[in-house]
């Protein structure tokens, strides 16, 4: 692709025709908003998704290292218990 130079930079001309014209911005453009802001919704739902499913994901972690946490716990602290209780009362 060759880029003209001068007032039309970056604008590509068609193959044969020469430089392409420059459109003039009149402020009375023809922008669809509908078009746009189903584009912007559905990209932020997107975004959204992503950031439920990432804490929904920490959120599966940290119940997981809770259960450890217990586990571990149930398996120190209940017997230490248990021997203070013997070693107290069945002397």
Do not use: C, H
Request: net charge positive.
């Amino acid at each position: 692709m060759n880029y003209t130079s001068g007032g039309n930079k970056g604008v590509v001309p068609e193959r044969g025709k020469g430089p392409a014209p420059v459109p003039k911005i009149t402020g009375k453009e023809d922008i669809n908003n509908d078009k746009l802001d189903y584009k912007f919704n559905e990209l932020r739902n997107k975004i959204d998704f992503k950031f439920d499913l990432l804490i929904s994901k920490i959120d599966n972690q940290i119940k997981l290292l809770w259960w450890i946490i217990r586990l571990l716990t149930a398996g120190v602290v209940f017997p230490a218990i248990i021997y203070v209780i013997k070693t107290i009362f069945l002397k």
